[in-house]
Nanobody, 127 residues
Framework: QVQLVESGGGLVQAGGSLRLSCAASGRTFNTAVMGWFRQARGKDREFVAAITWSGDNTNFADSVKGRFTISRDNAKNTVYLQMNSLKPEDTAVYYC????????????????????WGQGTQVTVSS
């Protein structure tokens, strides 16, 4: 059974940092694109960041560029989202996702292109 399990969410003050982790099990995602999405209450799910299998290519939403970084450790089948300079508008449930691709060099931002999803972790940024 394939599982993606997010962790690291919580409550933080504006300007603070959090590091989210997404641990995959049930199969290896070392060849896949992995991404982070978020959904704020009352809003649609939106793309945050993505990373290709090698880590060489990344992609970020304009709203998080310069503040968030994405990385992965294929030996641990884990992807990370480092979030710095957090703002109240970053408050959302953050979801990890993985596709079924092999060695794709484009860190795509399209939710429909991801096949596996985690249950999400809540991030709340207070002002």
């Amino acid at each position: 059974q394939v599982q993606l399990v997010e962790s690291g969410g919580g409550l933080v003050q504006a300007g603070g940092s959090l590091r989210l982790s997404c641990a995959a099990s049930g199969r290896t995602f070392n060849t896949a694109v992995m991404g982070w999405f978020r959904q704020a209450r009352g809003k649609d799910r939106e793309f945050v960041a993505a990373i290709t299998w090698s880590g060489d290519n990344t992609n970020f939403a304009d709203s998080v560029k310069g503040r968030f970084t994405i990385s992965r450790d294929n030996a641990k089948n884990t992807v990370y989202l480092q979030m710095n300079s957090l703002k109240p508008e970053d408050t959302a449930v953050y979801y990890c996702a993985a596709d079924r691709s092999y060695y794709n060099t484009y860190a795509h931002p399209f939710a429909g292109g991801y096949d596996y999803w985690g249950q999400g972790t809540q991030v709340t940024v207070s002002s």
